[in-house]
């Protein structure tokens, strides 16, 4: 049988999974920084934004690599990555640690993939040509157009 869990549950488990992640980042002295709303709820209510139930990670590009291979070789039982590379469904530009003892039903796309409670974990680029990123900036504008105008 099914155990669902509460909001709170969720985001103590999803603490549990930040936890590993500072544990290997300690290990392997890689730095990393809570991001987007994880950071406002950290500063603005001393933890989660109260409608908010993910935590979002960060760290420079050559950081997420390190901590992408750290855990691959840390082998942990229980948390692992989910990644475009390592998953036939998973489509996004950044990986997740994912907690293997639980599942997350996916009841909102069309082609339904569970996975499981998760930590985003997103790569922060550096760029010296700023040319590079308005041509970036404006690809990325445009794909949120096409999808506004996509009929589903």
């Known amino acids: 049988m099914k155990e669902r869990l509460t ?3 969720l985001k103590k488990y999803e603490l549990n ?3 590993f992640i500072d544990y290997v980042c300690k290990k392997y002295n890689i730095k990393y920084f809570v991001s987007y709303g994880t ?3 950290a500063v603005r209510h001393k933890g989660f934004i109260p409608w908010d139930d993910d935590i979002d990670v960060a760290m420079f590009r050559e950081d997420y ?3 992408q291979r750290a855990v691959i070789e840390e082998n ?3 948390y692992t990555i989910l990644s475009k590379d390592n998953s036939d469904w998973y489509f996004q530009n950044f990986f997740v640690v994912i907690d ?5 039903e996916d009841s909102v796309k069309r082609n339904r ?3 499981n409670v998760f930590v985003d974990i997103f790569p922060i680029d550096k ?8 041509k970036a900036h404006l690809m990325v504008t445009l794909k949120h157009i096409c999808f506004i105008k996509k009929n589903i």
């Open 7 to 9: 909001v709170d549950e």
């Open 17 to 19: 999974i930040l936890k």
């Open 39 to 41: 950071l406002l709820g």
């Open 65 to 67: 690599e390190r901590f």
């Open 76 to 78: 942990n039982e229980r």
């Open 100 to 104: 293997k003892h639980t599942l997350l």
């Open 113 to 115: 993939k569970d996975s």
């Open 127 to 134: 760029f010296n040509d700023l040319n590079f990123v308005k």
